[in-house]
């Protein structure tokens, strides 16, 4: 199949390239506003490439109108604040649509995407790769097999590193990227839901652009969290290893997936392809979760739900 991919320059860009390669399939077209692609070259040395986004429309309609060299999927690695625009130009040109995450910041885009996929009749898929994570299927399962009384008490502690060039990219700019809870933390709260249920409450304890932390509750669990792409968040027994440090303690015992992270990529890409990706209503709960908490004033927490690292 024919693929072609907005932001190839950026820092998902190559995971994505990479997936379609291992798959199998074709990149052959990309846009990118900065020409620093020599990446492609790694997955074709055919595949076109424009820094204007109307000169890619542009080959991408003419692409259609040529007989079985239409473009099947639609790759969206922008900065977060044009997912909508870009996804919508894709399922306009009749492609089906893989977008990065988060796949929009409002439930409103949400509800005027699904309307669109209707007019259509293309589909639009979130790369949310933390939901295969064979550390997350180990806790998923046993929640499900459990029977207790009661919520787990449950603390997560997520950080993962990024240096100067994360705060001076767009990744930095708020109106951009919303911020450190939508850019990472919304794989963390995609997982709460997965594995815990509904959201029933939610308190933002802090929040500045390198961290966050609060308290939310489940159906079945009672969660601390805290994020932080700061080095010096990361625990003693991480540093000097390695640049991230996610963990989740389920009643004490801790579920960590530091690892395995960055190779999921083709593995969403494998299932998005066999008909299991995530689609719209997959993502709203964490989007939902995500755009309430960018709504929230923080305030001091209350007793027994304060992040051990907020202390
Ligand atoms: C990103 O940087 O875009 C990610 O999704 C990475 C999240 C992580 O490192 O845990």
Known sequence: MNFALIGAAGY??????????????????????????????????????????????????????????GIDYWVVCSPNH??????????????????????VSTPAQLDEL?????ETGHRVYSIMQLRHHPAIHELRDKVMHEQRNGRYEVELTYVTVRGPWYLASWKGDPRKSFGVMAE??????????????????????????????????YEKARVRWFLSIDAEDL??????????????????????????FNDLHTVSYREILAGRGFGIEAVRHCLETVHG?????????????????LS
């Open 12 to 69: 998902i860009a190559p995971r994505h390239m990479q997936a379609i390669k291992e798959m199998g399939h074709a990149l052959v077209a990309a846009y990118d506003i900065n020409d620093s692609v020599g990446i492609i070259d790694s997955i074709s040395t055919e595949c076109a490439f424009f820094t204007e986004f109307e000169s890619f429309m542009e080959h991408a309609w003419w692409l259609r109108r040529q007989r079985g060299r």
């Open 235 to 260: 625990p003693e027994r991480a540093s000097g290893q390695s640049s991230t440090f996610r963990s989740i303690a389920c009643d004490g015992e801790e579920f960590e997936f530091s690892s395995g």
């Open 184 to 217: 990472i933390g919304i794989h963390f709260f995609d997982m709460l839901h997965v594995i815990f249920g509904g959201l029933e409450s939610q308190a933002l304890h802090y929040h500045d652009e390198h961290k966050a932390a609060g308290y939310l509750e």
């Open 82 to 103: 044009l997912h909508s625009a870009h996804i919508t130009a894709g399922l306009y040109l009749g492609c089906d649509v893989i977008c990065e995450k988060p796949l």
């Open 114 to 118: 699904r309307s669109i996929e209707q």
């Open 293 to 309: 908490l960018s709504l929230d004033t923080p305030a001091l927490p209350r007793e027994g739900e304060a992040h051990p690292r």
